[in-house]
């Protein structure tokens, strides 16, 4: 049993022990305040249970979550607790961690890093400084401190602490402000509330202690909020990197897999929100592509589409007891860099690149190398089971022969996308990203919305002008399309877009 804290909401933030415990976990437990993307780390048939509270809204009592942790600990299940945040810090894990002592069941607390801490350092505000305070101490804001016996000491808080940080103190922002004052913290002492710490939502106003429930109200902060009370909130003027990133405010969506080659946009400060549309399986019957490598010397040329054609056809090979010694004589066509690029981990020269990473390129790289035609050659191109037939049926039109065995299947996964809609929905998707036509057709049958109202705010990147056709066919606008077709030109083709936008708009460094 493990009580893991998932940090404040940059994914980046769970720890490398919190992310091996939800692994293997059975059953994960989970609150609201978390990125969701966590759960793509979890096995697919691990038992979800939603224990998390929306707007005031439990979902669970506390008293129904230890009494769940303790029924499925019991079942024998490795049982995984998963909070926002540290479980102990103002988030009662420590009374989870009772219940499961109390029935004799071993459990183990995976610490995460705290908003009280993250979220001020997103915003630029170090909770120390040799210059400007020495001590901090973190709060509870939701506590009715008009209570009679309030368990804070406010005389000694209020003047006795350097700086304070504040959780969930939106809502009581008037009395928490003027309590602090009444015991003698001064008025114009520096306040900064920050919203959604670490996440692409983040928003920050800086004000007094005496200005600063106006000016929360005035922008229109809503919890979850810290709030931090201090001189060390000068700072943020010249430290708040977060916010200045390129690429802050936006989440990108990833509807391809796997992803590799898109992480400069997080480094960039984009939040990224993987979603495949795509499965690769192996074929269901070899026989094709079997027949084809008992006789690949026969064979004038080979070509891969993609890497995933390189993975699976070596992969085959291999298994039927066959080596690349078989392929001498053998000439390699590799369309586009990463494709050549997995060619050339086996020790492979690739003979031929095209300038174009599409059918059409294939056809202009070949007809040039044949001016005359294609008669007397042999092409083999394993690849999806289905694909464009455009090349195949030019070269035998053009008098060669060729054969296209499927090396693997892209299918639908069986994806869930109830909260990916919500996103949209809510506006929480700036930036989609397609990489194939049939990537974008499986993403529009599993989110079954009308396209126009899915993307009405949101931009839309494609690799190369085949996908942006199967998107304008929806009656869409493509916002995004790099010159050459790689991702890494689509990653720079995003920043450049993203930079154009931002200088159209107001700087995130709200100020009162």
């Known amino acids: 049993m493990y009580l893991v804290g998932a940090g404040p909401g940059d994914i980046g933030l769970l720890t490398v022990k919190g992310l091996n415990c939800l692994k293997k976990a059975d059953v994960v437990v989970y609150d609201f305040h978390l990125n969701a993307q966590v759960l793509n780390y979890i096995k697919h048939e691990a038992e979800f249970i939603y224990a998390g509270k929306r707007g005031g809204h439990h979902t669970m009592t506390q008293d129904e979550i230890n009494a769940v942790l303790v029924e499925k600990a019991k079942e024998g299940k490795n049982v995984c607790r998963l909070k926002g945040g540290d479980p102990f810090v103002f988030g009662r894990g420590g009374e989870e961690a009772e219940a499961l002592a109390a029935e004799g069941i071993e459990f183990e607390v995976v610490p995460g890093v705290s908003s ?22 973190v709060v509870p804001g939701y506590e009715d401190i008009t209570k009679e016996n309030s368990s804070i000491n406010w ?52 004000s ?6 106006d000016t929360v109200r005035e922008k229109d902060i809503k919890p979850p909020a810290v709030m931090v009370i201090g001189d060390v909130v000068k700072l943020r003027e010249k430290l708040a990197w977060y916010e200045r990133k390129p690429l802050f405010g936006h989440r990108i969506l990833l509807t391809r897999e796997p992803s590799e080659g898109f992480e400069p946009l997080a480094e960039l400060g984009a939040e990224i929100i993987e979603f495949p549309t795509i499965e690769i399986k192996p074929p269901e019957s070899w026989e094709a592509l079997d027949n084809a490598l008992l006789k690949i010397s026969e064979y004038d040329w080979l070509i891969f589409t993609s890497g995933t054609g390189v993975k699976y056809f070596f992969e085959r ?13 053998v000439k390699i066509c590799a369309v586009g860099k ?10 492979l020269t690739v003979d031929l690149v095209p300038e174009e990473f599409r059918a059409e390129g294939l056809i202009k790289s070949f007809s040039e190398l044949y001016p ?5 050659k042999r092409f083999l191109l394993p690849r999806a089971l289905e694909a464009r037939e455009i090349f195949p049926e030019k070269v035998r039109e053009l008098g060669g022969t060729i054969d296209v065995p499927a090396a693997y299947r892209a299918v639908v996964p069986e994806a869930r996308g109830k909260r990916l809609k919500r ?24 989110m079954d919305e009308d396209p126009k109202e899915l993307f009405r705010d949101v931009a839309i990147a494609v690799i190369g002008p085949v996908t942006a056709a199967r998107v304008e066919k929806e009656g869409l606008k493509v916002d995004i399309m790099p010159r050459e077709a790689t991702i890494e030109a689509m990653v ?5 877009w993203a930079l154009k936008k931002a200088d159209h708009l107001p700087s995130p460094l709200l100020t009162p």
């Open 317 to 329: 090979l291999k298994s039927i007891g066959m080596d690349i010694r078989e392929m001498k004589g």
């Open 155 to 206: 005389p000694h808080l209020a003047t006795g602490v350097g700086t304070l940080v504040f959780l969930m103190a939106v809502k009581n922002i008037d009395v928490l402000t003027k309590t602090l004052m009444d015991n003698g913290r001064a008025p114009d002492t520096a306040v900064a509330v920050i919203r959604w710490g670490t996440r692409p939502e983040q928003r920050t106003v800086v």
């Open 423 to 446: 996103f949209f929905k809510e506006g929480r998707i700036t930036i989609a990203t397609f990489t194939s036509g049939a990537v974008f057709t499986n993403f529009l049958k599993i």
């Open 208 to 213: 007094t202690l005496s200005r600063i429930a």
């Open 338 to 347: 990463k494709s050549a690029e997995r060619v050339e981990e086996f020790c």
């Open 372 to 376: 005359s035609g294609f008669r007397g």
């Open 116 to 137: 009280s801490i993250a979220a001020p350092a997103y915003a630029g505000i170090p909770l120390t400084h040799r210059k400007y305070s020495s001590s901090f101490a």
């Open 492 to 496: 720079e083709s995003i920043r450049e």
